[in-house]
């Protein structure tokens, strides 16, 4: 069965052991009590567990993982990573609202665990509850203000609320926490871009692209943006190149999965429509 395979772990604890039948029923429930688990004990085992339910979880199989990880939480309720990471591997089964309703109650645990309202935060965004995820990144982030990525994060969910000036103060932000930060100062290209200012944009991009040159989406942009401007040449080459890196940019759906937004896809489908372009999809398709 599914679970077979944790039934040894069980025993080791006195989890499974089976009291004798003495008497009647009556007799039978008064004297059956629960084993007395050490807690150190448990809370060993359960952080084995989860050590095992992570690898399981970076080779993809989550089901596994999530199995351990309940598993684990039965044993020891009280550690906050196994509700983060059975949260992360939940979202990575599509699960958000089973995420959700797990780290609500690993807050309750654990009220001050900034990690915890991070994973929310992406449970939420998952949801399309952007107003939430708002808000729980920004708890998290009074508890932990270090990290670049949670920055990074709140500014996805507040472009997706439709709250541009905030999306860029917090990319920013992430950006001082994060110098090499490319995916969030390509994001403030892509604001800029849409609020009117390409030049901007076009500097952003760069520096993207000058962080990694295995970007495509960056490279994308600021091709598309050189050819809008004149730069035809430059611009096609640029586009070229993020398209041999990966070919999913050739789909405005995908580019608006990935926060681009009208301006710079009616801009793209023009590139994307240039002879050139449009042979070199056909020979990769």
């Known amino acids: 069965m599914k679970n077979n395979r944790w039934i040894g772990g069980l025993l080791a604890l006195g989890l499974l052991a089976v009291q004798p039948l003495v008497g009647s029923v009556t007799a039978q429930v008064a004297l059956v009590t629960p084993p007395r688990l050490d807690p150190e004990r448990t809370d060993r085992q359960a952080r084995i567990l989860g050590d095992q339910a992570a690898q399981f979880a970076r080779g993809g199989r989550y089901p596994e993982s999530a199995n ?21 591997v939940y979202l990575a089964e599509d699960k958000s609202a089973k995420a959700v309703t797990l780290l609500r109650r690993g ?20 949801a399309k509850n952007y107003p939430a995820s708002i808000d729980a990144y920004e708890r998290g982030i009074q508890l932990n203000s270090k990290d670049a990525f949670p920055y990074f994060d709140l ?20 950006v001082e926490r994060k110098a090499d930060f490319w995916q969030a100062i390509n ?17 952003q991009w760069q520096k993207a692209t000058a962080l990694d040159e295995k970007a495509a989406e960056p490279r994308l942009a600021l091709g598309v943006a050189l050819y809008m401007k004149g730069e035809r040449a430059k611009g096609l080459n640029l586009a070229l190149e993020a398209l041999k890196l990966d070919r999913s940019y050739a789909d405005p759906s995908f580019l608006k999965d990935q926060l681009w937004g009208d301006k710079l896809v009616t801009a793209t489908r023009q590139v994307l429509d240039v002879p050139e372009v449009k042979n070199f999809l056909k020979r990769k398709s």
Do not use: C, W
Request: aromatic letters at 8%; glycine letters at 6%; hydrophobic letters at 40%.
């Open 155 to 174: 500014g996805n969910a507040y472009y997706l609320a439709q709250n541009p000036d905030k999306a860029l103060a917090s990319y920013r932000l992430a």
């Open 68 to 88: 351990l990880l309940e598993l684990a939480l039965q044993l020891s309720p009280e550690i906050p990573e196994l509700y983060t990471l059975l949260g992360q």
């Open 107 to 126: 807050l309750e645990v654990a009220p001050k665990d900034s990690s915890l309202y991070f994973t929310l935060g992406q449970a939420h965004i998952r």
């Open 187 to 203: 994001n403030i290209g892509l604001l800029t871009y849409e609020q009117g200012d390409p030049v901007a944009a076009i500097e």
